[in-house]
């Protein structure tokens, strides 16, 4: 898949996991294929090419983390953006479900998010005798503050591995959350909206020398014929 179709699944990877939708590679008795879903006029899959729609049913039915790594994940995206009122945080908004498709659909990312999880417990279970989802914030934020907020005086060498690991996991984890509705609502998202334009501002017309036609003024900007749709003579005339 290229960076374009990529970026094309982000929103359905998200959206899948907030909403527990999720397309299932095997057809079974009961089951509905992803070419039926989109017939049925399933929205989130609308306008996808039959070889989209069987890349997202092989990825889907494939397992990328274990059940104790998507704990993992999930404790760690909640440290790296907690959730806030009322609209929730990263669980709520699927984020480590779209982790996992992200690591699924580009497999080069797989063995620095493998590798990343298993330091994150070894590094805990040495230094604390615990797993990292199971160990406390403070003890959680004095691993990963090392790896977040880089110490200049100590050998990027020595922690390029985790680094690395840390700045994929926390680019993953925004991107999903303000990818979803939830994030979205968060932002204050509201989409393209109509708005009311009433012509170029009357000192910008006179520092260029320009001026409306009267005329045109009362076709064009009037707001109260926003809603009329314009009619044009044979010439290309301005009606209304």
Request: proline residues 5%; negative net charge; contains cysteine.
């Amino acid at each position: 898949m290229d960076r374009r179709k990529s970026l094309q699944t982000i929103i359905l990877g998200a959206g899948a996991g907030a909403t527990g939708i999720a397309l299932q590679g095997c057809k079974t008795e009961g089951d509905t294929s992803a070419e039926e879903a989109v017939a049925k006029g399933a929205e989130k899959y609308f306008g996808r090419t039959p070889e989209e729609l069987e890349r997202l049913e092989k990825l889907y039915a494939e397992a990328l983390f274990n059940a104790h790594e998507m704990e993992t994940i999930s404790v760690l995206s909640t440290v790296i953006l907690p959730p806030k009122e009322p609209h929730g945080g990263p669980i709520e908004a699927g984020v480590p479900e779209f982790i996992e498709f992200m690591g699924k659909d580009i497999p080069s990312m797989q063995t620095t998010l493998l590798g990343g999880l298993m330091w994150l417990d070894h590094k805990s279970n040495t230094e604390y005798g615990t797993e990292f989802k199971s160990a406390t914030l403070e003890q959680q934020k004095a691993i990963l503050d090392p790896i977040a907020f880089h110490d200049p005086e100590v050998s990027l060498d020595e922690q390029a591995l985790e680094i690395q690991f840390f700045h994929m996991m926390r680019g993953l984890t925004v991107t999903g959350y303000y990818t979803s509705k939830v994030g979205l609502e968060d932002l204050g998202y509201k989409g393209n909206q109509p708005n009311v334009w009433d012509g170029v501002p009357q000192d910008v017309l006179d520092q260029h020398g320009m001026a409306y036609d009267p005329a045109w003024i009362a076709k064009c900007v009037d707001q109260s014929k926003r809603g009329v749709i314009a009619e044009w003579d044979e010439n290309g005339n301005l009606l209304t």
